[in-house]
């Protein structure tokens, strides 16, 4: 209750600017920098449960379903584990298998959603391991879960969750890290994604301070009715969340695409009124995402670069620049533009960006 809005108009741009306070949260006492690992206390497995986990999903609703893929993505790259994400919605409907080698993890900022509480309840049915990624310490999911990791990105008011979504990135990560390093990931590896996680909050303050470019960017593109959102492989799970936030907030159409998909497809729709926000890292696919921009601009749409790699001239019409973490990380930074553009262009349309219209902060119904 004696949480208030301050100086910020609205709460999702101040829970936007509070996420480097909120990542510094989520890290703390976590990362050991004498084992290159994490210490996630909370779910309560030693070194031999966490390596008998043959396979991780990650089950959640919107915005913590993308961060789950998110996540899916690390622990596949770090722990060498098969992993995905599922939208816990669905899980309860299909009579899913429930494989007892396999960790689930159940993700909710407000711990109260019932589709999500659902699935937990399904998987505890049928036997299955499941720890709770949750923000909110006493939530109904983090009861049911009886063990997890706590987000700590503190409350949240804005329907449009941003450090929330955020810090369940960083605390994926540390999963990730953590399996990794019971594995096969190297002392050396474990310590620069420890140094790289532990850069996170100033480098998503260096964004937050260059809100500017960001705002010209909303602003040239405020007429748009509809965009794409592209990304690929790290990138995909980021271009979904940037449409999510644009739909919900600013009612603009966005749809989320796979690079590499749009030919199968979506380039029919290109043209000079169908803008792109191309998320380009500066990684193993810096060209083959150079070439997408090249593909677009042939047919005449617009382009807003997200990048932390030096384009050629002219390539995009806007260039969003990201600081340069590891390449794994990349994705945890680039959402943040992305929330601030949906948040700018909302901000221009004059919506009512923390209570957007037919949504509810938490869906404790079906
Ligand atoms: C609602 C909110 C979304 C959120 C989703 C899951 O739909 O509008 O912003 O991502 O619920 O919420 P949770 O609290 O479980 O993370």
Known sequence: DDYQLGEFADFMRKEMHEQPEAVRRALMGRLDERFSTAHLGGIELDARALRSIRRVKFLGCGSAYYAGQLGANLVEEWARLPADAEP???????????????????????????????????????GGRVIGMVNVVGSAIARECGSGVFLHAGPEVSVASTKAVTNMSVCFAML????GRVRDL????GRRLVDALA???????????????????????????????IGRVRG??????????????????????????????????ID???PSVVLVPDDELLAKNLGTIEQIKARGGPVIAVTNAELPDGLADVVLTVPRSEPELDPLLFAIPLQLFAYHLAAQLGRDIDKPRNLAKSVTVE
């Not at 990730?176 to 399996?179: G, K, N, V, W």
């Not at 190297?186 to 590896?189: E, F, G, I, L």
């Not at 996170?200 to 794409?228: C, G, N, T, V, Y």
């Open 88 to 126: 816990a919605s669905e899980f309860r409907y299909r009579n899913p298998v429930v494989d007892p080698d396999t960790l689930y993890v159940a993700v909710s900022q407000s711990g109260e959603t019932l589709d999500t509480l659902a699935a937990v309840q399904e998987l505890k049915r049928k």
């Open 176 to 179: 990730a890290l953590l399996l």
């Open 186 to 189: 190297s002392v050396a590896n």
């Open 199 to 229: 850069e996170l909050p100033a480098q998503i303050d260096a964004i937050l301070a260059d809100e500017e470019q960001i705002i010209r960017a909303a602003e040239r593109f405020s007429a748009a009715e509809h965009m794409f959102f």
């Open 236 to 269: 995909w799970p980021v271009a979904r969340e940037g449409a999510q936030k644009l739909k919900e907030i600013s009612y603009v159409h966005a749809e989320a695409y796979q690079a590499a998909e749009l030919k199968h497809g979506p380039l029919a729709l």
């Open 272 to 274: 000079e009124r169908m």
